[in-house]
């Protein structure tokens, strides 16, 4: 048994009805059941690589006469069968690699995720957790987590973007979540001090090789980032195994703030009728940093280049006054002055650590089979934008920050080492 193979669970992971609804009676205290008509609707695909989410509608019976009870909630379960169909498209080396990784990574992704909501349990903007499987010797396979579910949303999908409006709101929420992790000692809670996703992800998913082979191939779907991707592929040597967006708050002695490390525009919930911004989700790659790491990969993600590179100074100012606000007074972990020091600091970091994450994703959504011409085109324009504009912003940056690699570490200790010894 493993998270790569359908199993005969809910939405075909290990997670059963009995242990969903025995959870849900504690967390709620009751003893009322879903009842007969109970139905579960898959409404992650195509999204998480590391998770199935299901929306459940619960046909509540034998609750009692003064019962409030959830009619819905989301249900995130592991699973590695997003990734497993991601891989389809790789050499069959590579993929087992991938999935090899994956199968080990997911438990540590889940439970910090497992971590993240019950520190987050007293946010304001944070959908409520009713509660947590984290995976543990006695629970191998069944890692779940049972939240609120935001009625009416919907995600802004990799091929589409996010409108100025919708990311300034983005901007605040980060600033208040931000705010909250520090009046709530962010800094003393150690097991996010441990968690170096980027040295994780560069030691056992892509070689510089792979690096390259991946970005060679963009030039093959279109010709006209030839120019991009090559000057990119030159800068791979010095950016393979960076994890300065992990560490810059300890070199430079601020304190840190909770970075979600994953705010692509699919984790980004949008109200259907009003376009405004529900709620930030998908916590598993969590960590201690700088709140601009967060306002970056939403940036490149879902906006298109041209408005991004408009507005960015915007943001970021709204950003910290946001923080700034939320926090009533209480000392920010760092100045306006420093925020824009960071983002141009940490660009080309951010970036290269999100492109090879989303080129498949931009890749896959182009691809699909049911989509006629026209539509393949427009996802298309979209998508060349969003990976020429990170590519090129990678250069810009690198270029402005060519003094600071003598003033920073670039990366941990198992890379430092083997780029000076080669």
């Given at each position: 048994m493993s998270f790569q193979s359908a199993a005969e669970g809910i939405l075909e992971t290990h997670v059963t009805w009995e242990e969903v609804e025995k959870n849900m009676q504690d967390a709620?205290?009751?003893?009322?059941?879903?009842?007969k008509n109970k139905n579960i609707v898959h409404i992650g695909d195509g999204n998480g690589m590391l998770s199935r989410i299901g929306l459940i509608t619960c046909d509540w019976e034998e609750a009692k006469d003064d019962e409030i009870l959830p009619k819905q909630f989301a249900l995130k379960m592991a699973s590695c069968l997003a990734i497993k169909k991601m891989t389809d498209s790789n050499d069959p080396d590579t993929a087992q690699q991938i999935l090899h990784f994956f199968e080990l990574f997911i438990k540590d992704t889940h439970n910090a995720e497992v971590k993240a909501y019950e520190f987050m349990s007293k946010f304001e903007t944070v959908p409520h957790c009713?509660?947590?499987?984290?995976?543990?010797?006695?629970?191998?396979?069944?890692?779940?987590?049972?939240?609120?579910?935001?009625?009416?949303?919907?995600?802004?999908?990799i091929y589409q973007t996010l409108t100025v409006a919708q990311v300034k709101q983005v901007a605040r929420e980060l600033g208040k979540v931000q705010a909250f992790s520090v009046l709530h000692g962010v800094e003393n809670e150690e097991w996010l001090s441990k968690r170096d996703v980027y040295t994780t992800f560069w030691k056992y998913i892509y070689t510089q090789e792979g690096l390259t082979k991946e970005f060679i191939q963009l030039k093959e779907k279109n010709a006209s980032l030839t120019e991009c991707v090559d000057a990119?592929?030159?800068?791979?040597?010095e950016y393979h195994g960076t994890n300065l967006p992990v560490t810059i708050h300890k070199q430079l002695g601020v304190r840190p703030v909770l970075v979600n490390g994953d705010l692509w525009s699919a984790n980004v919930l949008v109200d259907k009728d009003t376009e405004n911004i529900r709620g930030l989700i998908d916590w598993q790659l969590v960590h201690h940093g700088i709140g601009v790491e967060d306002l970056i990969r939403i940036a490149f993600s879902g906006m298109t280049s041209t408005d991004r590179r408009a507005h960015m100074d915007e943001l970021l100012n709204l950003m910290y006054d946001s923080m700034e606000e939320t926090l009533q007074g209480a000392p920010a972990p760092y100045t306006r002055e420093q925020i824009f020091d960071l983002y141009e600091l940490?660009?080309?970091?951010?970036?290269?650590?999100?492109?090879?994450?989303?080129?498949?994703?931009f890749m896959t959504t182009i691809s699909a089979r049911?989509?006629?011409?026209?539509?393949?085109?427009?996802?298309?324009?979209?998508?060349?934008d969003k990976i020429r504009g990170i590519f090129e912003d990678i250069a810009i940056f690198h270029k402005k920050n060519e003094n600071n690699?003598?003033?920073?570490?670039?990366?941990?200790?198992v890379f430092a080492t083997t780029e000076a010894n080669n």
């Open positions: 709620l205290n009751t003893t009322a059941i879903f009842g009713f509660y947590t499987v984290p995976f543990s010797e006695d629970n191998k396979l069944a890692g779940s987590i049972a939240l609120e579910y935001l009625d009416n949303t919907k995600i802004s999908h990119i592929v030159e800068l791979i040597p940490i660009v080309p970091h951010a970036a290269f650590f999100l492109a090879p994450i989303v080129i498949p994703l049911d989509l006629n011409d026209e539509k393949k085109e427009q996802r298309k324009a979209v998508v060349m690699k003598k003033k920073f570490e670039w990366k941990a200790d």
